[in-house]
């Protein structure tokens, strides 16, 4: 069965810090692999997602960047963090056969709060 | 471009309550609809789908059918349970696409 992991589950970060969140999927093979971001109080944003290894799309701009080193493995990073940065971030990984509906398996999430 | 609005929240109710929670939608063709649902301090759950007009999807009680001359997708259910106490999300998809497109949530809160 597929799953999804993603790491760590909390983090607390200052102002100017780097980030890695990582995320893993198994039980599958070229999954679509999604980042989506969830404020305080408020809804889902797409941040990246990417259909292969080493293709990002970037769907807002902003100081935080991702990479897909390997087929099931996807990155969140920044250089400096922001403290609009904080919130909950969510992987999520898909495969799309067909003409099927396009179902998303999320993972935990990652709690960031920058101070 | 596609949307998705949802009810605002959050939306308290007794345990036993009917629940519905509104959701409509703007897309180009035929997109397939969903709900998912965060539990508190969780990542998301599908929690139903529906690809085409007039399918209705379920589980655990939950019900919403796809209705295109209305443009909706609302979420109900008969009788909730505290357990059921979470934020809901709707959400659609172009049926050939990779991408979401979510509400903004609706938060539940049912007491006992």
């Known amino acids: 069965s597929q799953t999804i992991h993603q790491w760590p589950a909390t983090l607390v970060q200052p102002v100017g810090s780097p980030l890695s969140l990582e995320c893993t999927v198994e039980?599958?093979?070229?999954?679509?692999l999604y980042w989506y971001r969830q404020a305080a109080g408020r809804g889902l944003q797409l941040l990246f997602y990417?259909?292969?290894?080493?293709?990002i799309s970037s769907e807002v701009p902003q100081n935080l960047s991702a990479s897909r080193p390997q087929d099931r493995q996807f990155i969140l990073s920044s250089k400096k963090l922001l403290l609009s940065d904080s919130g909950f971030y969510l992987c999520?990984?898909?495969?799309?056969?067909?003409?099927?509906?396009?179902?998303?398996?999320f993972g935990a999430g990652s709690r960031l709060t920058v101070l | 471009g596609n949307s998705v609005t949802q009810m605002e929240g959050p939306v308290t109710l007794s345990e036993e309550a009917f629940l519905t929670i509104n959701c409509t939608y703007t897309?180009?063709?035929?997109?397939?609809l969903f709900w998912y649902v965060q539990y508190p301090g969780e990542g998301l759950q599908l929690l139903l789908k529906?690809?085409?007009?007039?399918d209705k999807g379920s589980n655990k009680g939950f019900e919403a059918t796809y209705r295109k001359e209305t443009t909706s997708f609302h979420l109900e259910k008969g009788s909730v349970q505290v357990s059921d106490s979470a934020v809901y999300f709707c959400?659609?998809?172009?049926?050939?696409?990779?991408?979401?497109?979510f509400g903004e949530g609706t938060q539940l809160t049912v007491n006992p």
């Open positions: 999520a990984w898909s495969v799309v056969r067909g003409t099927g509906a396009n179902v998303l398996t």
């Open positions: 039980g599958t093979s070229n999954p679509n």
């Open positions: 990417s259909v292969g290894i080493g293709q």
């Open positions: 897309a180009t063709g035929y997109p397939s």
């Open positions: 529906a690809t085409k007009a007039d």
């Open positions: 959400a659609l998809t172009q049926t050939s696409g990779s991408r979401l497109t």
